[in-house]
C-alpha cells in the first residue's frame, strides 16, 4: 500500500519559516517525479514546487526565491524549505507523486494545514 504522508505544517507569523516532510512509503520516490501543491480556501489546488526524478526543479512564480524544494532518496523523503512566509501562503499543503513513463502512477497525500498569520 501506497502512502505519503507530510508534516511539518503549522502556524506561523509573516516573515518566518517552516519545512514541509513528505515521507513515502510502498514506492521508491526516485523513480517519481515529486511535487508540492497547495489549495486554499474557495480556490483551486496549485502547482508549488516540483522536483523530477532527475533533479531537475520548479517553482510557481508567487514563492520563487523563497521556497526550496529537495528530496533525500535514501530516507525516500522529499522536503519544502519555506521562509519569508506570507498570508497568501496560507492553505493545505499536499505532496504528490507522479510517474508519467510506465507504469504510470500518480499518488496524493492526506495535505498538511499552513497558516500564516500574526
Known amino acids: 500500500q501506497v502512502q505519503l504522508v507530510e508534516s511539518g505544517g503549522g502556524l506561523v507569523q509573516p516573515g518566518g519559516s517552516l519545512r514541509l516532510s513528505c515521507a513515502a512509503s510502498?514506492?521508491?520516490?526516485?523513480?517519481?517525479?515529486m511535487g508540492w501543491y497547495r489549495q486554499a480556501p474557495g480556490k483551486q489546488r496549485e502547482l508549488v514546487a516540483r522536483?523530477?526524478?532527475?533533479?531537475?526543479?520548479n517553482y510557481a512564480d508567487s514563492v520563487k526565491g523563497r521556497f526550496t524544494i529537495s528530496r533525500d532518496n535514501a530516507k525516500n523523503t522529499v522536503y519544502l524549505q519555506m521562509n519569508s512566509l506570507k498570508p497568501e501562503d496560507s492553505g493545505v499543503y499536499y505532496c504528490?507523486?507522479?510517474?508519467?513513463?510506465?507504469?504510470?502512477?500518480?499518488?496524493w497525500g492526506q495535505g498538511t494545514q499552513v497558516t500564516v498569520s500574526s
Open positions: 504528490n507523486a507522479r510517474r508519467q513513463v510506465f507504469p504510470q502512477a500518480n499518488y
Open positions: 522536483i523530477t526524478s532527475g533533479g531537475s526543479t
Open positions: 510502498g514506492i521508491i520516490l526516485s523513480i517519481y517525479d
